[in-house]
């Protein structure tokens, strides 16, 4: 019904994955492009890309971050691409951020226009950058979704985390302070949400890594909310939110006696699996924090063998 | 210095304006030229033109000397040509011209340095005073058409009809709404003294509607303003309120007549906290005390429409009136003044502060109303489950101070807010914690209502609110609201838990602003307020002669400064309308009367 008045999606998108989705995050890689295929829309890599840019750049040398960012968004204008979908939140605000300044400053317009010529590579003004769930919400829509839903979901309520990075400072991707985007998909899907009102906090980052205590601190809040209002698991759409509530719940749980063990699924991961992708080939098997219910809710064994 | 024999006399005279003048060129050159030009028969440079010994040396020199023109070479004409003008007129011997050359401002090349902008000046004066030998002295103001208009008939509006009205002057006050009043209305009392709001505004709004000068327009909109000789000419359009205001006598049965047996639509007036039916009256004390009726409700304007039991009710004195349409009355008013009030922030901008998501988050003018004896709750402050609150937040400065939403501050809202903590405190025995930025009470005895008020034990935590929440840390949290913040005395985030949460909105322009001020011809500052030329000179808007402002149209402003400036403005509107010299300022600035044409 919506598809008529919807502009019709693109024949496939280039996206770029970034570091993240070829380390720690390869979950998100896995899930993504088997979404993007059970929905009919081809995902090709970015080819030669290389860092996006984020990390500890942006605080030492933004222009070296600008023009690392430039780069990417330079390849794919030279391959004739008019978007570029970054799946990591952290690639997705360097990018963008890039976009958005090499036309708001002059000066950062021309340390990009004189890397790129260095390079041999266009200035890149052509290229929109998107995040998946914008591309989703956008293109693909709720109705299209639920009409190619295969799985009926079996497991319980999820709390929709959204992270800061894709929804701040720009509002392409949802609004700044209350994004709904992934509920409404999710809904359209047949999962349940739940009300979550720190669904745009603070995952604690790099802070896990390098302040431990309080990057744990911030993981534990999310975690409890979560539970407070009667999730069984938290869906994230940015890798390091994944990895943070993921990796250190078994620590917290030591620490705090708190009980909660759940699944902390990707986006692509959970919207795949109701519309018929494989357990594998969604990157579900790499699960560490709630194995247990998500044997019980996909009907599999609780496999030990997950970086295997 | 040529003494011409017969023709023009001119004088030039060239301000220092201290160095703001002085320091950017060479006024004695400028003078010396211009003594050089043909007709000048003086030429003089003066600190401060405008001051009372260079008046008196302009007036010897027009009589010794035999002046027909004036140059003056100093700053806008707009601001300060009308001190001095009134100093020469009719005091001088012969009629004389006065023209003013702007160079403060019309001197650009003051940016390039003493020596362009000297060459520039002599040019600008130069020009003046080919201008003032094309000119014969003359009178050039007509008489000012009697009677104002008062657009807005909050406590600004009415309080400067009033002192019209009581000086002589035919007012007509036309107001939007269906009640004069305006937010005052709202309000049980004011600070710093806790005085009571009704008692003070009650009767001024009584007045208002039985004063023999008041024509009283209620449900009313300024639609056209066209200028004409001395006057304005202005359109009121008059909306329906289907009821005749000489018939109505407020007894109400039209209400308790409607069948709409309850009161069932979220009334206006109480921002939604009460209901009311498609009949009713504002509040009980409205003015003029006549019901109104509402025709998106009422389903007699709906197809099928009902029996109009109303009608029936209100019997031989006929006031309601189905039928009643629009009106449109034409007036001519010599002057205008704008009180056109404030609108309130609009908190679905703070999301995070959590308004419309959790029940039990207030805006302040909601709190005024509950706390008012004769509002929607009789004074009573609960939590929307009903429950008393143990403990309540004030979150200062929502929509003022900040960046992403308004810049300016919005004056009041600090003291506002410390009236609304006693208030709350005494009424339901809560720990009130504040929330603010900077604590503001200049005025008289707020800072020591501040201090009061830290005596009292209610809690001030200095830092901007980053959210208001319902996710818990720990049991003491669960159920409650949670404000986090950042306490910049203590350099440390907290989490204070509460049961209800007050955000203390700021006073932007109201959505009217924009049309009133291309009605009426006027400015606005960059944050949408009415301008005026000059805060500190003239109480009038820029561009337009006879136009005043007062109230929080022109700016945040708490009561007492809202009535003071009602009342000059009233003065203001009164000396334009019945002054008897001054002819109207032009943005030429350059005609003076004496007695020479008067006689003529």
């Known amino acids: 019904m919506a598809s008529q008045s919807r502009p019709q999606p693109p024949l496939g998108y280039l996206y770029f994955p970034g570091c993240s989705l070829k380390g720690t995050g390869v979950a998100y890689d896995e899930s993504l492009v088997t979404l993007f295929g059970l929905l009919g829309l081809p995902l090709e ?43 990591c939140s952290a690639c997705y605000l360097v990018l963008r951020k890039t976009v958005d300044y090499s036309y708001r ?30 591309v989703l919400f956008n293109d693909v829509g709720e109705a299209r979704i639920a009409a190619t839903v295969k799985r009926r979901w079996s497991g319980g309520r999820v709390a929709c985390y959204y992270g800061c990075q894709a929804v701040r400072p720009y509002a392409e991707v949802d609004d700044t302070y209350g994004p709904t985007r992934m509920d409404e998909l999710l809904a359209a899907a047949g999962i349940p949400t739940i009300d979550y009102p720190v669904k745009t906090q603070c995952c604690g980052g790099s802070l896990t890594g390098t302040i431990a205590t309080v990057g744990k601190e911030l993981n534990c809040i999310l975690l409890k909310e979560a539970e407070r209002k009667g999730a069984e698991a938290i869906v994230t759409i940015c890798p390091l939110c994944q990895f943070n509530l993921d990796v250190h719940q078994a620590e917290i749980r030591d620490r705090t006696g708190a009980t909660f063990d759940m699944p902390i699924l990707l986006l692509p991961q959970i919207l795949g699996w109701v519309l018929g992708g494989e357990r594998r080939a969604l990157g579900l098997h790499r699960a560490i924090s709630g194995r247990r219910l998500l044997a019980q809710w996909l009907g599999a064994p609780a496999e030990r063998d997950a970086y295997a | 210095m040529p ?43 003066h600190a401060h033109i405008c001051s009372d010994r260079a008046i008196r ?13 004036v140059v003056v070479a100093s700053c806008s004409p707009l601001l300060r040509e009308h001190p001095f003008r009134p100093l020469l007129d009719g005091r001088t011997a012969g009629p004389v011209t006065l023209h003013v050359v702007n160079l403060r401002d019309h001197d650009p090349s003051r940016h390039d340095g003493p020596a362009a902008a000297t060459t520039r000046a002599e040019a600008l004066v130069g020009a003046a ?9 003359g009178r050039a103001r007509g008489p000012i058409h009697p009677g104002v208009l008062v657009v807005g008939a909050g ?8 002192t019209l009205a009581d000086s002589g002057q035919h007012v007509y006050l036309v107001e939007r709404l269906p009640t004069i009043g305006g937010h005052m209305a709202a309000f049980e009392k004011i600070f710093p003294a806790l005085d009571c709001a009704a008692c003070i505004l009650t009767p001024k709004m009584a007045a208002a509607r039985a004063h023999p000068n008041i024509t009283l327009w209620t449900c009313s909109d300024v639609t056209t303003v066209d200028r004409e000789d001395g006057a304005y000419r202005v359109q009121v359009t008059r909306r329906p309120r289907y009821v005749n205001e000489e018939r109505c006598t407020g007894c109400l049965e039209c209400v308790e007549a409607c069948v709409y047996a309850d009161a069932r639509f979220p009334d206006k007036f109480t921002l939604g906290l009460g209901m009311r039916k498609p009949v009713y009256m ?37 006031a309601v009136d189905l039928a009643q349409g629009e009106e449109v009355v034409t007036i001519r008013v010599g002057a205008v003044v704008l009180a056109t009030g404030f609108r309130p922030f609009d908190v679905s901008r703070t999301p995070f502060y959590g308004y419309g998501m959790y029940p039990n988050v207030y805006t302040s003018l909601e709190v005024e109303h509950m706390l008012n004896g004769s509002g929607p709750t009789g004074g009573a402050i609960g939590l929307r489950d009903g429950h008393a609150p143990r403990s309540i937040a004030i979150v200062h400065c929502v929509g003022s101070r900040d960046i992403t939403t308004n810049r300016w501050c919005s004056r009041v809202c600090c003291m506002s807010s410390l009236k609304l903590a006693h208030l709350l405190r005494a009424r339901t025995g809560a720990e009130i914690f504040n929330f603010y930025i900077d604590m503001r009470t200049p005025g008289p005895a707020f800072e020591e209502f501040y201090q009061a008020l830290l005596k009292e034990g209610v809690h001030f935590i200095r830092g901007r609110v980053a959210e208001v929440t319902d996710w818990a840390l720990d049991p003491s949290e669960e159920g409650r609201l949670v404000i986090r913040v950042e306490d910049t005395l203590l350099a440390t985030v907290r989490r204070v838990p509460v049961d209800m949460v007050v955000l203390s909105v700021g006073l932007e322009p109201t959505a ?60 203001d509107a009164l000396a334009f309308v019945e002054g008897a010299g001054d002819p109207p300022l032009s943005a030429a600035g350059k005609i003076l009367r004496g007695p020479r044409d008067d006689r003529a």
């Open chain 1, 105 to 134: 400053y002059p000066e950062v317009r021309r340390q990009i226009e004189e890397a790129m010529a260095r390079a041999g590579l266009p200035f890149p003004n052509a290229v929109r950058v998107r995040h998946p769930l914008e």
């Open chain 2, 512 to 571: 009217e602003a924009d049309e009133l001020a291309r009605l009426f011809g006027i400015g606005r500052s960059p944050d949408g307020f009415f301008l005026e030329p000059h805060p500190k000179l003239v109480g009038k808007p820029g561009g337009t002669d006879g136009i005043f402002v007062a109230g929080c149209c022109e700016g945040p402003k708490d009561l007492n400064d809202s009535i003071a400036q009602a009342g000059a403005a009233a003065a």
């Open chain 2, 282 to 318: 504002p509040f009980p004390d409205a003015v003029p005390n006549v019901a109104v009726i509402d025709r998106e409700t009422c389903i007699a304007f709906a197809p099928g429409g009902c029996e109009r039991p109303c009608v029936a009710a209100c019997g031989e004195r006929g």
């Open chain 2, 3 to 45: 003494e011409e024999e017969s023709g023009p006399r001119i004088g030039v005279y060239v301000c220092h304006c201290g160095s703001r003048i002085a320091g950017t060129l060479d006024v004695q050159a400028v003078a010396a030229n211009a003594a050089r030009l043909p007709h000048v028969v003086v030429a003089r440079d």
């Open chain 2, 129 to 137: 005073v080919r201008r003032a030998l094309g000119e014969m002295p």
């Open chain 1, 45 to 87: 890599e970015l080819p030669d890309w290389n860092c996006c840019g984020a990390t500890s750049y942006m605080a030492i040398g933004e222009e070296t971050a600008f023009v690392l960012a430039a780069r990417n968004l330079a390849i794919a204008q030279r391959l004739g691409a008019l978007e570029l979908v970054a799946p």
């Open chain 2, 57 to 69: 040396l302009l007036r010897r020199d027009i009589d010794e000397r035999g002046l027909d023109h």
């Open chain 2, 155 to 162: 406590i600004a509006g009415i309080e400067a009809a009033l």
